[in-house]
């Protein structure tokens, strides 16, 4: 059973940096397209990354291009979201999930394997 748990998250300055780690357990990752998500209070789950399997191609929201980057190491079963630049609006939970797909889209309906989530707050 695929299990999915993040880490990485904190309290961070604005224009900081934070690297978000979600590791896998039960499957093999390489064969599941991973996306990040995130929702902040009082808003809705929104797309911000996604990388299909093996290496595939990656797609971001616009909100975080050119700040973000997905990256996976399928030796470790691991993916990972670099953040740099961050702003105070992009404070939130951010969420890991997995699917087997050839398409992903950042829907956050369209993932079935959800992590628990971890905190992302940028404030001075």
């Known amino acids: 059973q695929l299990q999915l748990v993040e880490s990485g998250g904190g309290l961070v300055q604005p224009g900081g940096s934070l690297r978000l780690s979600c590791a896998a357990s039960?499957?093999?990752?390489?064969?599941?397209?991973i996306g990040w998500f995130r929702q902040a209070p009082g808003k809705e789950r929104e797309g911000v990354s996604c990388?299909?399997?093996?290496?595939?191609?990656?797609y971001y929201a616009d909100s975080v291009k050119g700040r973000f980057a997905i990256s996976r190491d399928n030796t470790k079963n691991t993916a990972y979201l670099q953040m740099n630049s961050l702003k105070p609006e992009d404070t939130a939970i951010y969420y890991c999930?997995?699917?087997?797909?050839?398409?992903?889209?950042?829907?956050?309906?369209?993932?079935?394997?959800w992590g628990q989530g971890t905190q992302v707050t940028v404030s001075s």
């Open positions: 999930a997995a699917l087997q797909t050839r398409d992903p889209r950042l829907i956050p309906e369209l993932w079935d394997s």
């Open positions: 039960g499957v093999t990752l390489a064969n599941y397209a």
């Open positions: 990388i299909g399997s093996n290496d595939g191609e990656t």
